[in-house]
């Protein structure tokens, strides 16, 4: 990651995030590693809070973002389910719009700021 200032889109409804940061890296670690605990743990989260999250983002859409299945002989894990590989990249491409939107201030603001050299 680089140090250079960038753009994070929160999307927020009445006093809830729907979707920011967190949760879009929460659901592009899940459908890299397959598993919720995994993401959670590439994050430096609990599994409750990671949990927490999906259930959270699972509630908030009209159909659920995640699908997990338990352990056991077959094995436990997570993936994306459509709904939920749509709204990631709708997500992203949002969040990609808002940064080239305000590339140039965010370069004005940045010459504000105190460098690391500081």
Do not use: C, H
Not at 108 to 114: G, I, K, N, P, V
């Amino acid at each position: 990651m680089s140090d250079s200032p960038r753009i994070r889109l929160r999307i927020v409804s009445a006093a809830d995030v729907l979707m920011g940061p967190g949760k879009a890296d929460l659901l592009q670690g899940i459908a890299a590693t397959g598993s919720i605990a995994a993401a959670g743990r590439r994050m430096g989260m609990s599994y409750k809070r990671a949990w927490y999250l999906i259930d959270a983002m699972n509630g908030y859409f009209r159909e659920p973002l995640v699908q997990s299945a338990k352990g056991g002989k077959a094995g436990g894990g997570a993936q994306l389910t459509s709904n939920g590989e749509r709204v990631l990249a709708i997500y992203l491409r949002m969040e990609a719009k808002t940064s080239k939107a305000v590339a140039a201030e965010l370069k004005q603001f940045t010459a504000l700021a105190r460098s690391a050299a500081d």
